[in-house]
């Protein structure tokens, strides 16, 4: 299986900050890269996917880079809605496996 | 607009066999995988397997020998069946559309529909 690592696995930050979140694969995915986030008690909700591609009807504040097994999630500026946990996923093969996830609180 | 409604048993006795069922209303059925996630108390999330509306099947190989997933297409249903059940399957359950998006010659594969989760406990 591809083991997915993420970090910081905890990140507090002020509202308006700009915040980056690291995804790392244990082998080469190419741009088979996902990005989702979830709030306490829901479902998680798709944010980017193939590693830059923002999900339609998102606000433009979410950006994903990355390539090979190195990968970025950055929000630009936080909002209070933002604060919750971000998990990448990779859609390289199966299993599909994601990174253990990075939650993020207002300091 | 796609929905997913799930559901199924949520208190279970260890060696029980867990059964949920995930539908789909106001989107296609054929077009898509379709896929099973859990998440235990206060980690992270766990891919448990897909199927599309042909019955193609990809499971996870920590869960293979226990999980059976199949489709309904006369009701737009899948659903998913878990044996031999203990204290560690305890999770919330997600059903969730596996979309694809092609281009330069690849496709894309991602989640972009959940439903909103089962909470399933195993205790005796």
């Known amino acids: 299986d591809i083991q997915m690592t993420q970090s910081p696995s905890s990140l507090s930050a002020f509202v308006g900050d700009r915040v980056t979140i690291t995804c790392r694969a244990s082998?080469?995915?190419?741009?088979?890269l996902n990005w989702y986030q979830q709030e306490p008690g829901k479902a998680p909700k798709l944010l980017i996917y193939?590693?830059?591609t923002l999900q339609s009807g998102l606000p433009s504040g979410f950006s994903g880079s990355g390539s090979g097994t190195n990968f970025t999630l950055t929000i630009s500026r936080l909002r209070p809605e933002d604060f919750a946990t971000y998990y990448c996923?990779?859609?390289?093969?199966?299993?599909?496996?994601f990174g253990q996830g990075t939650k993020l609180d207002i300091k | 607009q796609v929905q997913l409604q799930q559901w199924g048993a949520g208190l279970l006795k260890p060696s029980e066999t867990l059964s949920l069922i995930c539908g789909v209303y106001?989107?296609?059925?054929?077009?898509?995988?379709w896929s099973w996630i859990r998440q235990p108390p206060g980690k992270g999330l766990e891919w448990i397997g897909e199927?599309?509306?042909?019955?193609?099947?990809n499971y996870s190989p920590s869960l293979k020998s226990r999980v059976t997933m199949s489709v309904d297409t006369s009701e737009n249903q899948f659903s998913l069946r878990l044996r031999s059940m203990t204290a560690a399957d305890t999770a919330v359950y997600y059903c969730?559309?596996?979309?694809?998006?092609?281009?330069?010659?690849?496709?894309?594969?991602?989640?972009?529909?959940w439903g909103k989760g089962t909470t399933v406990t195993v205790s005796s």
């Open positions: 193939a590693a830059s």
């Open positions: 996923q990779q859609s390289y093969g199966t299993p599909y496996t």
């Open positions: 106001g989107g296609s059925f054929s077009e898509y995988y």
């Open positions: 199927i599309n509306h042909r019955g193609n099947i």
């Open positions: 969730a559309r596996v979309t694809s998006s092609s281009w330069s010659s690849e496709s894309f594969y991602y989640m972009d529909v």
């Open positions: 082998q080469n995915i190419y741009n088979f």
